[in-house]
T-cell receptor, first 112, second 108 residues
Framework: NAGVTQTPKFQVLKTGQSMTLQCAQDMNHNSMYWYRQDPGMGLRLIYYSASEGTTDKGEVPNGYNVSRLNKREFSLRLESAAPSQTSVYFC???????????FGPGTRLTVL | GEDVEQSLFLSVREGDSSVINCTYT??????LYWYKQEPGAGLQLLTYIFSNMDMKQDQRLTVLLNKKDKHLSLRIADTQTGDSAIYFCAVARGVVTFGIGTKLQVIP
């Protein structure tokens, strides 16, 4: 049981490049989330998916897109990376919106 | 939207009790959580409390909820060096809103 896995662990991009962050969970959870963590800002919700086939914007969705590929996988795409998107990105999952969230180990992204 | 506030830093001596405080704005929050983040890792749930409870105890952890003042606290008894981490308060009404985290430093 791996829990929540994220790839890659580290990534450096140049401004304007695109990339997709991958997330998968093996706990049969309905809900999945993408957060970014910045110093002094805590965790901010980018997008979430309450169930397979649905996605909703969180607090800071601009510059990102998501895909809930199936129940296990939830990806985050940066179409044209900007230095302001330098951050640590966490994926999480839960069995329901109010339930305990299980977090992945994070992706450390630097945009130059 | 919901605001969740925490102090940034707390330093305690090993063996003492630690108390981490949190205030929130939405009185209709239903679940309140404490998560722990160790360096280089994701967050891990420590404990949670329902909004209809005042207190919850789990081994060395005690959570107190004052709904009137919208104040949540986490007490760690007999704090150990392994408790050094960032502690996040989080409240749920719909989606979960996290505080900025309190860094706990335990001095041996």
């Amino acid at each position: 049981n791996a829990g929540v896995t994220q790839t890659p662990k580290f990534q450096v991009l140049k401004t304007g490049q695109s990339m997709t962050l991958q997330c998968a969970q093996d706990m049969n959870h309905n809900s999945m989330y993408w957060y970014r963590q910045d110093p002094g800002m805590g965790l901010r919700l980018i997008y979430y998916s309450a169930s397979e086939g649905t996605t909703d914007k969180g607090e800071v969705p601009n510059g990102y897109n998501v895909s809930r590929l199936n129940k296990r996988e939830f990806s985050l795409r940066l179409e044209s990376a900007a230095p302001s998107q330098t951050s640590v990105y966490f994926c999480a999952s839960s069995s329901g919106l109010y339930n305990e969230q299980f977090f992945g180990p994070g992706t450390r992204l630097t945009v130059l | 939207g919901e605001d969740v506030e925490q102090s940034l830093f707390l330093s305690v001596r090993e063996g003492d009790s630690s108390v981490i405080n949190c205030t929130y704005t939405d009185s209709s929050s239903t679940y309140l959580y404490w998560y722990k983040q160790e360096p280089g890792a994701g967050l891990q749930l420590l404990t949670y409390i329902f909004s209809n409870m005042d207190m919850k105890q789990d081994q060395r952890l005690t959570v107190l909820l004052n709904k009137k003042d919208k104040h949540l606290s986490l007490r760690i008894a007999d704090t150990q060096t392994g408790d050094s981490a960032i502690y996040f308060c989080a409240v749920a009404r719909g989606v979960v809103t996290f505080g900025i985290g309190t860094k706990l430093q335990v001095i041996p």
